[in-house]
């Protein structure tokens, strides 16, 4: 009788323990789910906002907001190149549109 009983509270202890592993995996498999949809929706906010940076970022936009601030180009003669930073032949290109020279084609060094 004793080996009876004990047999059964092991058959039992371990369907429970089944049991509880199932229900375990369920929630695991819920808790998955929502964070599949939580992932899903900061990747689709993560795109909008690099739309939006790009979108700030234009060129034209800021142009344009330059303007409403009340900005303006400089003039040929505020640019001020400053040579003494210029290490060998870098800023070449510079130099030759500052000096209204196409920047390729012949005199490049």
Known sequence: MAAALGLS??????????????????????QLDTLRTTRRGLEELNRELRVEVATLRSP?????????????????????????????DTGTVSLRVAEGRPPGGAGVR
């Not at 371990?14 to 819920?30: D, I, K, N, P």
């Open 9 to 30: 509270a092991l058959l039992v202890g371990a369907t429970l323990g089944l049991v509880a592993l199932r229900v375990e995996q369920v929630r695991l498999s819920y």
């Open 60 to 88: 034209a936009r800021v142009e344009a907001r330059a303007r409403a601030l009340g900005l303006t180009a400089p003039a040929r003669e505020q640019v001020r190149l400053a040579r003494e930073f210029v290490t060998g």
